[in-house]
């Protein structure tokens, strides 16, 4: 066999998420469509087996038989950013959030008095809580990289005045404790649209309702939310682990850097006199476009948070870094995300 001239531009790969029904089964569940994220790029995918390369007893050299690997008992991660378009976001929103598929209407909830979650082997009618992954090769179909019940354990979604228009991008960690499927064809229906009403901005954000900790009419050059919530993998089969459990704590923070201004001259003080909240109304974080989320446009809301940061930000002109945390009061909502 000679030496093959083909090579393939990275922009030839696809990144393709599709929700899944039954634990165990890399199809897409309820007849749903693969979707091919909008990704600035497609990295390499961490496979993290067990492997043993000591040398034994009896030698200096490690020998052939020596050589130990295991894929079962290994948890997988995959990590992927770019654009974030509405059919993305729903899907990674869902999926975070631990809510049912179709649940939301547009509007992503997760309660402050959440409990743990936990699906495995034989479980089925779970599409929202498992995705199923293809990184489809530029190659041909025999090259696909498939994992099978992967659960997104954080999401990044930010923008930047300055880069794209202040367009809303994301970054995605996926995990899964499946053992990687067959590098077959497993996404057989792909949706590639990317239409421009799939896209969102800062600038829909309406001054009053820029606020964070309370304070609106905040002259905004960039934010960054980020979603956390981790999975545990436990057994061990010949499919991998049997069971993913979300048990650790759900934290949602947001970063933004603001103007300094008479809006925003006081948050030094705000952060040194912080006490142990009764009440909301002066610890919202809300960037929306009116006072509620609604379907359709992207906005985020924290009704109670707390300030972890505060600090200038030398630039043409002065700005503020702040960071702040959503803490629940034990009934309503954490955080909310709309899209």
């Not at 295991?70 to 899907?91: F, H, P």
Request: charged share 15%; glycine share 8%; hydrophobic share 40%.
């Amino acid at each position: 066999m000679g030496v093959s001239t083909a090579a393939y531009s990275p922009k030839e790969f696809q990144f393709l998420i599709a929700e899944q029904d039954a634990f165990g089964t890399i199809e897409a569940g309820g007849g749903n469509a693969y979707h091919a994220l909008d990704v600035d790029s497609v990295g390499s995918p961490s496979l993290n087996p067990t492997q043993s390369l000591d040398v034994r007893n009896g030698g200096r050299v490690l020998q052939a038989n020596d050589f130990f690997q295991d894929v079962k008992a290994s948890v997988k991660e995959i990590s992927v950013s770019g654009t974030a378009t509405t059919n993305a976001l729903d899907m990674l929103l869902e999926n975070i959030m631990g809510e049912a598929e179709g649940s939301a209407s547009g509007v992503y909830t997760f309660a402050s008095n959440a409990s743990s979650q936990s699906v495995g082997s034989g479980d089925s009618s779970q599409a929202g809580t498992l995705l199923s992954i293809v990184i489809k090769s530029g190659f041909g179909t025999n090259a696909d990289l498939s994992f099978k019940d992967c659960v997104v354990t954080n999401l990044s979604l930010n923008g930047d005045v300055g880069t794209e228009g202040g367009r809303i991008k994301f970054s995605a960690t996926f995990q899964t404790g499946s053992v990687v499927e067959d590098l077959t064809d497993a996404a057989t229906t792909v949706d590639t649209a990317f239409a421009a009403s799939e896209n969102y901005f800062m600038s829909s954000w309406v001054a009053a309702y820029r606020k964070i900790y309370g304070v609106d009419d905040l002259v905004m050059q960039s934010f960054n939310l980020t979603l956390d919530n981790p999975a545990t993998f436990s057994g061990v089969a010949s499919t991998g682990y049997e069971v993913v459990t979300r048990a650790s704590e759900f934290s949602a923070t947001l970063d933004a850097t603001v103007k300094y201004d008479a809006e925003t001259e006081d948050f030094f003080e705000k952060f040194n006199n912080q006490t142990n909240h009764a009440s909301t109304a002066a610890q919202i974080t809300l960037l929306n476009d009116d006072s509620s989320l609604t379907d359709g446009t992207f906005g985020i809301s924290m009704p109670l948070t707390v300030l972890t940061n505060v600090a200038f930000n030398e630039g043409d002109v002065m700005m503020v870094d702040l960071s702040v945390k959503a803490v629940g009061t034990g009934s309503d909502a954490l955080v909310e995300v709309a899209c």
